[in-house]
C-alpha cells in the first residue's frame, strides 16, 4: 500500500510540479522581495514585485527554495506574461529539486513493492512446505 501511495505521489504530483516549474524559464524575469517568509516546502512564501508600474504579491510554488531566506530577501523571480500571478524563484525555474525528489520518491516505491513481493514469495513458499 506504501509503495502505491508513494508512487502516485511521485507520478502524480512531483512529476507534474517539476515540469509547471520548467514551463517558466522563459518567462519575464523581474526582482522581487521576499513578502512573507515560512515554510516554502507547503507553499507559504509570497513574493512581491512591480509588473507594468502596479505592485504584485504572488505565492511561490510549494517546494521553492524561498524559505531558505527571511522575509525582505530580494531575489529573482520568473512570471508568465499573461499572468504575474503564476510565479517562480529564478532558481527553481530548471525543475531539478523536484525531478530529484520524484526519482527518490519513486525509488523509495519500487523498493517497497521489491519488498512486499519478496515477502509474498517467501509466505508462499512457507505454506507450500506446510
Same mark, same amino acid.
Do not use: W
Given at each position: 500500500?506504501?509503495?502505491?501511495?508513494?508512487?502516485?505521489? +511521485?507520478?502524480?504530483?512531483?512529476? *507534474?510540479? &517539476?515540469?509547471?516549474?520548467?514551463?517558466?524559464? %522563459?518567462?519575464?524575469?523581474?526582482?522581487?522581495?521576499?513578502? +512573507?517568509?515560512?515554510?516554502?516546502?507547503?507553499?507559504?512564501?509570497?513574493?512581491?514585485?512591480?509588473? %507594468?508600474?502596479?505592485?504584485?504579491?504572488? %505565492?511561490? *510554488?510549494?517546494?521553492?527554495?524561498?524559505?531558505?531566506?527571511?522575509?525582505?530577501?530580494?531575489?529573482?523571480?520568473?512570471?508568465?506574461?499573461?499572468?504575474?500571478?503564476?510565479?517562480?524563484?529564478?532558481? %527553481?525555474?530548471? @525543475?531539478?529539486?523536484?525531478?530529484?525528489?520524484?526519482?527518490?520518491?519513486? @525509488? &523509495?516505491?519500487?523498493?517497497?513493492?521489491?519488498?512486499?513481493?519478496?515477502?509474498?514469495? +517467501?509466505?508462499?513458499?512457507?505454506?507450500?512446505?506446510?
Amino acid at each position: 500500500m506504501l509503495a502505491l501511495i508513494l508512487g502516485a505521489l +511521485s507520478g502524480s504530483v512531483l512529476l *507534474p510540479q &517539476a515540469q509547471h516549474l520548467r514551463s517558466l524559464r %522563459d518567462g519575464v524575469r523581474a526582482h522581487a522581495i521576499l513578502h +512573507s517568509g515560512g515554510t516554502c516546502v507547503l507553499g507559504r512564501c509570497k513574493v512581491r514585485f512591480e509588473v %507594468d508600474g502596479r505592485t504584485v504579491v504572488a %505565492d511561490l *510554488p510549494a517546494g521553492s527554495g524561498g524559505g531558505k531566506n527571511p522575509a525582505g530577501t530580494r531575489l529573482i523571480v520568473r512570471y508568465r506574461a499573461d499572468d504575474p500571478q503564476t510565479v517562480a524563484a529564478e532558481n %527553481d525555474v530548471d @525543475g531539478g529539486a523536484h525531478m530529484f525528489m520524484a526519482a527518490v520518491v519513486g @525509488g &523509495a516505491a519500487l523498493m517497497f513493492l521489491a519488498l512486499s513481493a519478496r515477502k509474498a514469495v +517467501s509466505l508462499a513458499r512457507l505454506k507450500r512446505k506446510a
